[in-house]
Structure formats: structure tokens, C-alpha cells
């Protein structure tokens, strides 16, 4: 493996090291959104994520989604099971070639987090074995052929989105964010509304552990933005500084929205601001200037607030508000690429509607939005419904209202009753 | 001998806790406790959902006095107690057989 840039591979390493922090955040995040009883089940679906995406990953998927394409930009073929040909392979442009084995670990982190947020949206409800059978599953089904699609670049001829369309994308904001806003809602519509949905508030059992959360998620999110630059370079500070800027901006925008529409302003509020700023930045984080980072932010924080509460509306129980944060902040995104996105700080990026004055962009980013998640809602529907209809994809009623943990892992959270716990 | 239940608000305990103890009384239980009465709970808005809080943390005190006690220390905690708006609690009485301090065996008022 000669010529590899030893700068851009160190961060790429470091990238993927940040990114799987992410996932054991998410646990943590959304561990203390739920109720105490079924905390360790939440957490627990985020492992099962971890475990189940990097075994199919070296075995299959890595190839299906960064194999050479198989001629019509929708799927990768199977020149790496089993990560074959990936040992001693480079990646990357002259100059800045990294090794392939830094992009499979670094990628396969994403994969790992984009279905673990999924959970977020079935809480204290789902069968676990059914949910660790749906992670191989859904990964297989949804997340390889998009993430093929707008991820794979391979000099025009890879995935449809990235080489055909020439939609922007640069960190996930269609095979991450919209992926599982979209997934989140066939999922929370498939398993049905937990007992006592709108009559009990369900508050969240523990903010500090949601903070605690947040702040991971925060952190690895340097590396899932920064990192997509794929080396140690001008374009990954853009992405950095953009990161942290529309991140900051939500957390605050998401507050001031809450402190007029209920006079409050909460700690969750906060958490959920600062995620929905990192969603919204994602797609755009190296297309935009920090001033447009700003305004994605604020604008992010807002519209993902008003729309966690559509759910009580539509009656769906998306628990822990992934489509309201994740969907509508991937879409913020995507769009403001589309309007504000600029050649001056990334000459592979694009010219936005208030820009050139040209909305060809925009119609681009439009066609990667209504595919992504049209195609993910109804693939994640479709194979929600067969475990339900097979396997079942909900605990019994006794088993919800008693919690997750006792029932269904044999362990409690907060073991801490000292007549109870010897 | 009576045991005097009070239900009161969270807030209002240290105040009541002065009073007793600058009124003589030698022993208190204070359990947390939660429910409703007339008012029936309240709303609330959380993450953009209105819910009835139907079951409202308070606080239980439970005092036990000599029978000549009875209606001075009612008084005290009754008027610690209210603030004058609605859920400020409840307080009720009950008789008591008899008191028995364990280390001492003593019995009745004597273990008060």
C-alpha cells in the first residue's frame, strides 16, 4: 500500500472512531427519553444495531453499496464479500488516497447509526428478537440500495443520485436523515401507539442521561460531517465550524420557539434542538458558508419543533420524535443546499436557487428527497408488516405495561430498592 | 393518643417541620405520596401535547400527639400548611390504641 496520505488517513480513522460514538450516545439519548421501565430495552436496541450491522456489513453489505455498479446505478455487485479485494486497496483522489480499509470501517459506522435511530420511533414496544432480525433486514433491504445510490460515486457511472441526478449530499442527509424519518414512520405506524399514547405525558425518566447523550452525539458528529470530506483538509473545517455553528443555532432556535409556543424552556428542548441543527447541517455542512450554516441551523430548530408535535395531530406514536427531528431536518437540508448552497467554498458543490438564479439545483435535491423517502417509507412498511404478520413485532400488552427490561432482558435500569435488589 | 395524616404540598413541609418542632412535637414521618382531590389535577404542556396531571405529588406527615395536644397542633400544621390556593391538602385524625417506644418497652403517652 504504497502513497497513501498519512494526514487525510489519520482523520479518516479518527472519523470512524467518532462516528461509532454516536450510537452508544444514541442509546444513552434516547435511554432517558423513555420511561424508566423499559430503559435498558432502548439501549439495547442500539447495541443489537452495532452487532448486527458490522457482521453483514464485512460479509455483504460494504459490497453491495461500494461494489462497482451494477449498471443501472441502483445496487452494487459482490466483488467484496467478505471485504475481498478491500486488503492493501486504496481510495481517494491522487494525493489523497487513503486506505479502502479506513473508508469500509468509517462508512460502515453510518450504517450502524442510521438504523439505531430507527428504535427511537417503536419505544417501550417492540419484540426484541424481532427487532434484531429487522436491523440485517432493513439494512439489507433500505439502507444498501440508498446509501448505493447517493453514496457510491464512481466517476458517473456508480449510484443514480450522486452520479446521474448530481444531487448534493455531502454527510447523509438522504441516506441517513430521510432514510430514517422516513423508515421511523412506517415503523411507528406498522407497530401501533403505545398503551395510554396522548393520555399519559410519557416524560422522559432521566435528563441528565439525555444531555449526556446529546453531547456524544454532538461531538461524534464532527467526525460523521468532517470526516465525509475524507481527508484532513480545508473542506472538513468548512464542515467542522459549519457543524458546530448550525448545531448551536438550533439548539437555541428550537428553546425560543418553545418558550413562545408553551412558555417553557426545557431540557429536552435543548437536547433535541442541537440534534436537529447537526440533521439539518448534515447534507449541507460542505456546500455552504458558516452564515448559511447559521441560517440552516435556525430555521432547522424551528421546523423540526413544530413538527414533533404533528404526531398527536396524525395520531402516530413516533415516540422519540425521529421523523419530526431526523426527516424534516434531513429535508431542511437538503433543500438549503438547493437555495443557498455556493461554489465558493467547495468547487465540487454546487450554485443555489438565491445564488446563480437558477433553481436546477433545488429541482435536483427535490427528485434525491421525494426518492429517498418515498422508496424507504414504503420498503420499511412492506418489511414491517411481514414480521409483524410472521414472527409478531409487538410485545403483549402485559409485557408493555409492566416495562421491557424485567420482561424481556431479565435486568432493571435502576436496581436501587434495597429490599428488592439483593 | 391521636395520629394526626396530613397531606400537604411539597413546599410547605419545612415550614410545618419548624412548627412542629418549635411547638414541642418529638417525632415526625414524612413519606412522599401523590393523588388527587376536589381540583381533579391540572393540565400541562409538554412538548406540544396538553395532558391532565391527574396524580400530584404531595407530601404525608404523620404525627402522633397526647389527646390535650390534639387541637393546638391541628391548628399549627393546618395554617402552616395553607396557602390559599386550591390543593393545599388534607388533614384527618384517627384514635390510636396505644404507642410503644421500642428500645424502652415504655407505653403510651410516655413514648410519645
Redesign the interface.
Known amino acids: 500500500m504504497s502513497g497513501i496520505n498519512t494526514g487525510d488517513t489519520a482523520w479518516v480513522l479518527m472519523s470512524g472512531a467518532l462516528v461509532l460514538f454516536m450510537t452508544p450516545g444514541l442509546a444513552i439519548f434516547y435511554g432517558g427519553m423513555v420511561r424508566a421501565k423499559s430503559t435498558l430495552n432502548m439501549m439495547m436496541m442500539s447495541f443489537a444495531a452495532i452487532g448486527v450491522t458490522t457482521i453483514i456489513w464485512v460479509l455483504y453489505v460494504y459490497s453491495i453499496i461500494f461494489g462497482k455498479d451494477s449498471g443501472n446505478g441502483l445496487i452494487g455487485n459482490l466483488d467484496h464479500l467478505g471485504l475481498n479485494n478491500t486488503i492493501d486497496q486504496v481510495v481517494g483522489s491522487e494525493g489523497h488516497t487513503i486506505p479502502t480499509l479506513a473508508f469500509v470501517m468509517f462508512q460502515l459506522t453510518f450504517a450502524i447509526v442510521t438504523v439505531a435511530l430507527l428504535s427511537g420511533a417503536i419505544a417501550d414496544r417492540a419484540k426484541y428478537s424481532s427487532w434484531v432480525i429487522f436491523v440485517g433486514v432493513w439494512i439489507t433491504l433500505v439502507y444498501a440500495p440508498i446509501a448505493h445510490w447517493a453514496f457510491a460515486s464512481q466517476g458517473g457511472s456508480g449510484g443514480w443520485i450522486i452520479d446521474k441526478l448530481g444531487a448534493l449530499d455531502f454527510a447523509g442527509g438522504t441516506v441517513v436523515e430521510i432514510n430514517s424519518g422516513a423508515a421511523a414512520l412506517a415503523l411507528a405506524i406498522v407497530l401501533g401507539r403505545r398503551e395510554g399514547f ?4 410519557m ?1 422522559p425518566h432521566n435528563m441528565p442521561l439525555v444531555l449526556l447523550g446529546a453531547g456524544m452525539l454532538w461531538f461524534g458528529w464532527f467526525g460523521f460531517n468532517a470526516g465525509s470530506a475524507l481527508g484532513a483538509s480545508g473542506l472538513a473545517a468548512t464542515a467542522m465550524i459549519n457543524t458546530q455553528v448550525a448545531t448551536a443555532g438550533a439548539a437555541m432556535s428550537w428553546l425560543v420557539y418553545e418558550k413562545i ?3 417553557k424552556a ?1 431540557t ?2 435543548v437536547a433535541s434542538g442541537a440534534i436537529a441543527g447537526a440533521v439539518a447541517i448534515t447534507p449541507a455542512c460542505g456546500y455552504v458558508t458558516p452564515l448559511g450554516a447559521l441560517a440552516i441551523g435556525l430555521v432547522g430548530g424551528v421546523a423540526s ?1 413544530w413538527a ?2 404533528r404526531k ?1 395531530k396524525f395520531n402516530y406514536d413516533d415516540s422519540l420524535d425521529v421523523v419530526g427531528v431526523h426527516g424534516i431536518g434531513g429535508i431542511v437540508g437538503m433543500l438549503a443546499i438547493g437555495l443557498i448552497g455556493t461554489t465558493a467554498v467547495n468547487e465540487l458543490g454546487g450554485n443555489g436557487l438565491f445564488v446563480s438564479g437558477s433553481p436546477s439545483l433545488l429541482t435536483k435535491q427535490v427528485i434525491a428527497i421525494l426518492a429517498t423517502a418515498a422508496y424507504s417509507f414504503t420498503a420499511t412498511f412492506i418489511i414491517a408488516k411481514i414480521i409483524q404478520k410472521t414472527i409478531g413485532f409487538r410485545v403483549r400488552r402485559d409485557v408493555e405495561l409492566e416495562g421491557l427490561d424485567t420482561t424481556t432482558h431479565a435486568e432493571s435500569a435502576y436496581d436501587i430498592n434495597p429490599f428488592t435488589s439483593r | 393518643m391521636k395520629l394526626i395524616t396530613a397531606i400537604v404540598k411539597p413546599a410547605r413541609v419545612d415550614d410545618i417541620k419548624v412548627a412542629l418542632q418549635s411547638n414541642g412535637i418529638q417525632g415526625m414521618t414524612v413519606s412522599e405520596a401523590s393523588g388527587f382531590g376536589r381540583q381533579k389535577g391540572h393540565t ?6 396538553e ?3 391527574d396524580l400530584i405529588p404531595k407530601v404525608r406527615i404523620e404525627v402522633l400527639v397526647d389527646d390535650a395536644d390534639l387541637n393546638r397542633i391541628l391548628d399549627l400544621i393546618v395554617n402552616t400548611a395553607n396557602s390559599g390556593a386550591i390543593g393545599d391538602g388534607k388533614v384527618w385524625v384517627t384514635p390510636v390504641e396505644t404507642v410503644v417506644r421500642v428500645r424502652t418497652n415504655e407505653r403510651g403517652s410516655d413514648a410519645l
Open positions: 396522548k393520555r399519559d405525558p416524560r409556543k408553551g412558555g426545557t429536552l428542548g419543533a414533533v408535535s398527536y | 400541562e404542556i409538554y412538548r406540544g401535547a395532558y391532565i396531571v
